[in-house]
């Protein structure tokens, strides 16, 4: 994971500003290391210090971390994602068992909760580690 080249590209490029104080990976880099729950810029530190709480900064890098807001995009990533599970689970158990409306409901709401909290993590970090690589950083100010 770790290279002995430096990474290229500023943050930011768009807005042909001064090069990023941090390293910034490549795109993919930078999602893989955020979904891992890695600072997406060096990946060296916890990106999260809670189960969704974000560092302010990485102690190793200096990446503002704590100013890439990602809102309400992971939740809705996860929603559709888990969604797309649970509804096509029902659909198989539907077609092929016979089982009560409350079997099912046993099993797939347990399952829709799991599959939320499993993946809501590392989709944030993925979201997270692609907004402060385009250079989606909001400062406190604003
Ligand atoms: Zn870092």
């Not at 046993?106 to 402060?132: E, Y």
Request: hydrophobic residues 45%; positive net charge.
């Amino acid at each position: 994971m770790n290279t002995a080249k430096p990474d290229s590209g500023p943050a930011g490029t768009t807005t042909g500003s001064t090069p990023a104080p941090f390293p910034t990976p490549p795109l993919f880099i930078a999602i893989g290391r955020g979904a891992v729950g890695l600072c997406p810029a060096c990946g060296k530190t916890r990106l999260f210090t809670g189960y969704l709480r974000v560092a302010e900064v990485c102690t190793v890098c200096g990446a503002p971390l704590g100013e890439v807001r990602a809102d309400d995009g992971p939740p809705v990533f996860t929603i559709l994602i888990a969604g797309a599970i649970v509804v096509t689970l029902l659909v198989v158990m539907e077609s092929t068992m016979n089982l009560s409306i409350l079997t099912e409901a046993a099993i797939l709401l347990p399952l829709m909760l799991i599959v939320c909290l499993g993946l809501l993590r590392p989709i944030k970090g993925g979201t997270l580690g692609l907004m402060l690589q385009i250079g989606m950083i909001k400062p406190p100010t604003q």
